[in-house]
């Protein structure tokens, strides 16, 4: 996968972007497991991702709920066993 970040948030630590390979749109967090740093990317509908380009506030609601795995279902690479936690 090929994740090309369109837009982000350093105040509410996000990004949205498109996985290159498939078209679809992403908003993605960081996280940290102790050994490494990345990103955990959750897809989102077209739809949301031009309103979330639009709306910062939704965008960070929507980030903080990720954060809190509460759209775990909408993860575009499953975690780990040593899954991260949000930074």
Known sequence: ???TDTAFS???RYALGIEEQSGRRYLSIPVSNGLVDYEEYYEISDAQ???LLVDEA???RFAAECRAHRHDDLLMQQPGWNRGTAV
Do not use: D, I, N
């Open 10 to 12: 350093r105040t509410h």
């Open 58 to 60: 939704v965008a960070a």
């Open 49 to 51: 991702y031009s309103a």
């Open 1 to 3: 996968m090929k994740f």
